[in-house]
């Protein structure tokens, strides 16, 4: 569509009547001619040097579902861990982490409760049942 634009534009046709037949506004247009940003190749992003390894990973998975821990939201499992003086990552990296594992949920253990059903009500003659 770029092409066809500056195709359009080398021949003489005005500006609106070019994006028109472009199908793309003339604010995108703008944009890309004075900025000279055409649609660059995606580079692969570089990984982060603080990337947690795979060990580590394992590690802040089994201090989350450690007995201490387990029933402990991952704030509170951070914030104990900085009292006792151990860093392992930051709370968003411990949500993640549990994410990935599709362990994202309530931690606390909860009771279950019986499914109760409605007695159902039978009359035999009238006036039995009222509701």
């Known amino acids: 569509m770029t092409d066809a634009y500056t195709d359009l534009r080398a021949a003489g046709v005005a500006m609106r009547r070019a994006a028109s037949l ?3 506004s003339r604010a995108t247009q703008f ?3 004075k900025t000279g ?3 660059s190749v995606p580079r692969p992003r570089a990984v982060p040097a603080n990337k947690l390894t795979d060990a580590e990973r394992a590690r802040v998975l089994a201090v989350l579902n450690s007995p201490e821990f387990v029933d402990c ?3 509170t499992v951070w914030a104990t861990l900085l009292d006792e003086g151990t860093y392992l990552c930051s709370v968003s990296t411990m949500y993640r982490i ?3 594992n599709t362990l994202v949920k309530e931690r606390r253990r909860l009771a279950r409760h019986p499914k109760s059903t409605c007695p159902e009500l039978v009359a035999t003659a009238p ?4 509701s």
């Open 127 to 130: 006036r039995q049942v009222y």
């Open 31 to 33: 944009r890309r001619t």
């Open 37 to 39: 940003a055409v649609h």
């Open 73 to 75: 939201a991952p704030l």
């Open 22 to 24: 472009t199908g793309l």
């Open 98 to 100: 549990l994410a990935e």
